[in-house]
């Protein structure tokens, strides 16, 4: 019960502002909730983007969504600074090789 009261009366708020940005991740989004399979009255969507993955702060922030187009895989976006997303695009690339 104590851990309920502590979210429910947001007292976890407060210890966000002791955060260091430039160690923080964010993400946005679940596998479990099918979005590709919404449709507000105009059909399912084609293609998914979470547009509020701005990172100004230096922190990591990412998305991730069930797989438009295979069963079980997954759809993660990224956003990090253009030396960041260099360096993690060859680091991918390099362990995608061992696979």
């Known amino acids: 019960m104590k851990d309920e009261e502590w ?13 260091d940005l430039n160690r923080f991740l964010s993400i946005a989004g679940s596998p479990k909730h099918d979005l590709y399979a919404a ?6 969507a084609a293609k998914l983007e979470f547009i509020s ?8 922030s990412m998305s ?8 079980g895989d997954l759809e993660i976006d990224l956003s990090l ?5 260099n ?9 995608l090789n061992f696979l």
């Open 7 to 19: 979210v429910l009366n947001g007292d976890w708020l407060k210890e966000l502002d002791n955060v």
């Open 39 to 44: 449709d507000f009255g105009w059909g399912r």
């Open 53 to 60: 993955l701005e990172n100004e702060d230096g922190g990591i």
């Open 64 to 71: 991730l969504s069930k797989s438009k187009d295979f069963d």
């Open 81 to 85: 600074s253009k030396t960041q997303m």
């Open 87 to 95: 360096a993690f695009a060859a680091i991918f690339t390099h362990r």
